[in-house]
Nanobody, 124 residues
């Protein structure tokens, strides 16, 4: 099991950038695939980016492809989400999630550990 704590959210103008971080505690962080989800009010939780447990594969939703970049630093037990060219529709609570030895990183059901979320608000 890993415990996840997100940080880096905030208020930014459209076109701006933010970098989210998710620090993990627990054992064998490198065995976990990691994903960033988001949920806007009244909408379902959406997987926006994911990275495999040995960082060979990444996944991005169509809504963020080309603007967001996911990366991980196993030495620091941390996963990042660099968000550029932000739009008002990116406004949501962003959650970090982890799943051990996930075979299909774009499958939301595979993620079993969740952080508490961090708010991202993009003003127009």
């Amino acid at each position: 099991q890993v415990q996840l704590v997100e940080s880096g959210g905030g208020l930014v103008q459209a076109g701006g950038s933010l970098r989210l971080s998710c620090a993990a505690s627990g054992r064998a962080f490198s065995n976990y695939a990691l994903g960033w989800f988001r949920q806007a009010p009244g909408e379902e939780r959406e997987l926006v980016a994911a990275i495999s447990w040995i960082a060979i594969r990444t996944y991005y939703s169509e809504s963020v492809k080309g603007r967001f970049t996911i990366s991980r630093d196993n030495a620091k037990n941390t996963v990042y989400l660099q968000m550029n060219s932000l739009k008002p529709e990116d406004t949501a609570v962003y959650y970090c999630a982890a799943g051990r030895f996930i075979a299909t990183i774009q499958n939301p059901a595979e993620y079993t550990n969740w952080g508490q979320g961090t708010q991202v608000t993009v003003s127009s």
